[in-house]
């Protein structure tokens, strides 16, 4: 497959628009830049209950109800006003109305810098699982509409060095039961949170005052690891580190840092750009795509590769 237009069967694609929610940011921008990069679409119908009449382009869109929509022909189904509605929730919805999932696509996705519909279906039939330091990985995979394949979801690992030495054995680490450690309070949530110990490592559960729901979704996430297809990620000021990092045998590795390197897992951020922010902040801020975008996220997950964004 060479070009995004192989993956529309013939002619125009045909979107079928399922509006969720009330606010609307990303939806127009988003239809412009699919009919740019398919050469040409067609808004076959818009899912929304109550709603007002759909126009795009001048054009009114028939309006469908939600249980319609496996009814009527589509290629992509654009989600639009989903951005505070859990991904899983919407593939629950589709699979209950006998949909394909496999069509569905968040409308903030095509207005992210390096998205083609080629890439986005690659990456999301690759079942990725992220290793990362901190909530990068959850955060990236709730900004791209992936799939949880990792227990590393709002948590932190103690010290760079616990987490390097989790990733030189992380089949061994997955086998090790959870113990509580202690609990601290975390002012900006206002909530205590467990720090579990695993073998010689110590996480942190940040997101978490429900202790037991914690270990719950540890348990049930370590299962949906893919260990056929890992990307480890994190962030360091430190040139040991990063070569400590490096030396791992992971065929995908990205390690954010501050200064300029030529270790092919580096990838460099120039944090004065964004007034000298701290490297977590600004490396959390690109993965909510909430600020600049230094690099192709789709690039980067799906190879590792440091595809450089200009002047976002």
């Known amino acids: 497959m060479k070009t995004d237009e192989k993956i529309i069967p ?8 399922w509006i969720v929610g009330n606010q609307l940011p990303y939806v127009s921008k988003a239809l412009d830049i699919l009919s740019h990069q398919l050469q040409g679409i067609r808004v076959v119908g818009a899912a929304c209950a109550g709603k007002p009449q759909i126009v795009y382009h001048s054009v ?37 109305l006998k949909g394909d999932v496999s069509k569905l696509l968040l409308d903030r996705l095509p207005c992210i810098p390096g998205f083609t519909l080629e890439k986005y279906r690659k990456l999301q039939k690759s079942r990725l699982s992220i290793f990362s330091m901190n909530c990068f990985g959850g955060i990236i995979s709730h900004t791209l509409g992936l ?8 948590m932190f690992f103690e010290t760079e060095q616990e987490y390097i030495r989790f990733l030189r054995n992380p089949r061994v680490y997955m086998e090790e039961r959870l113990e509580l450690e202690r609990t601290e309070f975390e ?7 467990p720090v579990y110990r695993l073998g010689n490592v110590l996480i942190h559960m940040n997101h978490y005052p429900d202790f037991d729901k914690a270990v719950q979704k540890w348990r049930e996430r370590k299962e949906k690891i893919n260990w056929y297809n890992l990307c480890a990620i994190m962030y360091t000021d430190s040139p040991e580190t990063l070569q400590q990092f ?6 995908k590795k990205i390690c954010f840092v501050s200064f300029p390197s030529r270790l092919d897992s580096a ?42 964004l200009v002047d976002m």
Request: hydrophobic share 40%; charged share 25%; proline share 10%.
């Open 10 to 17: 013939e002619g125009k694609a045909r979107i079928l628009l």
């Open 60 to 96: 009114p869109v028939p309006l469908v109800t939600e249980p319609e929509i496996p009814s009527v022909e589509h290629d992509i189904l654009l989600v639009a006003g989903g951005d505070g509605i859990p991904l899983v929730q919407l593939l629950r919805r589709i699979k209950e």
């Open 147 to 154: 799939p949880f394949l990792t227990p590393f979801i709002n």
């Open 187 to 193: 002012k900006p949530l206002n909530i205590t949170y």
């Open 246 to 251: 490096d030396e791992l045998p992971y065929g």
């Open 267 to 308: 990838f460099y951020i120039d944090t004065s750009l964004d007034e000298n922010r701290p490297l977590w902040d600004v490396v959390n801020r690109y993965a909510f795509g909430a600020h600049r975008y230094y690099y192709d996220p789709f690039d980067l997950l799906l190879y590792g590769k440091k595809t450089r």
